[in-house]
């Protein structure tokens, strides 16, 4: 069956550090992965999206790569800042774009 | 804009009552989700409905239905609720094209006992 694995412990890192989060899969070949953030209490809000066709994607202090031979997709954030404490969800879409599979998530700490 | 708004917020209910979970958008997405959260398992897609009179099975389907009642509102109901499906209910809503980004509703906490 379709599987996602993230980092199940906490990472904790000191503010200005770059957080870097993994998000591995098995026995799927998503037309896209995306990332989004979660506080506590609250529904995720969308980060980034990348295609399978696309190595590396920007925005602004994040960095997401996607390599399908390994299955494998790893999210930075450069500069981490207090504020960027929450869990981060990987999410693997198919060619529809509608069956949505979400990672269990990472739970991210900066320290400040 | 309110986004994607849920009620109710909390439920409790006893085994075997039902109830129905409402989920409304205003940003005129094509596309809605509802999903539940569980700890450790992340979100799991219980149904979508990919445009208005459409809908279809997620990954974990049996115990529920749904409705799109318009572009606006897509709403989840439980017939005969189970302790199993005590969770968190989050409804989402897409335009279903491009980064296929989803927006969120603060979600539902439903507890069946």
């Known amino acids: 069956s379709q599987k996602i694995e993230q980092n199940s412990e906490a990472l904790n890192i000191q503010e200005g550090k770059t957080a870097t989060l993994t998000c591995n899969y098995t026995?799927?070949?998503?037309?896209?992965l995306q990332w989004y953030r979660q506080d506590p209490g609250r529904g995720p809000v969308f980060l980034l999206l990348?295609?399978?066709?696309?190595k590396e994607k920007r925005k602004e202090r994040l960095k997401v790569t996607f390599d399908t031979t390994l299955k494998q997709s790893l999210f930075h954030i450069t500069a981490s800042q207090p504020a960027d404490s929450a869990t981060y969800l990987c999410a693997l879409l198919n060619t529809g774009g509608f069956k949505t599979i979400f990672g269990a998530g990472t739970r991210l700490f900066v320290k400040a | 804009n309110a986004g994607v708004t849920q009620t109710p917020k909390f439920q409790v209910l006893k085994t075997g009552q039902s109830m129905t979970l409402q989920c409304a958008q205003d940003?005129?997405?094509?596309?809605m989700y509802w999903y539940r959260q569980d700890p450790g398992m992340g979100l799991r897609l219980i149904y979508y409905s990919a445009s208005e009179g459409t809908t279809d099975k997620g990954e974990v389907p049996n115990g529920y239905n749904v409705s799109r009642l318009n572009k606006r509102e897509f709403s989840l109901r439980l017939e005969s609720a189970a302790p199993s499906q005590t969770s968190v209910y989050f409804c989402?809503?897409?335009?279903?094209?491009?980064?296929?980004?989803?927006?969120f509703g603060p979600g539902t906490r439903l507890t069946v006992t």
């Open positions: 990348i295609r399978e066709n696309e």
């Open positions: 940003m005129n997405h094509n596309s």
């Open positions: 026995n799927y070949s998503p037309a896209y």
């Open positions: 989402a809503s897409s335009t279903g094209t491009s980064l296929y980004e989803q927006y």
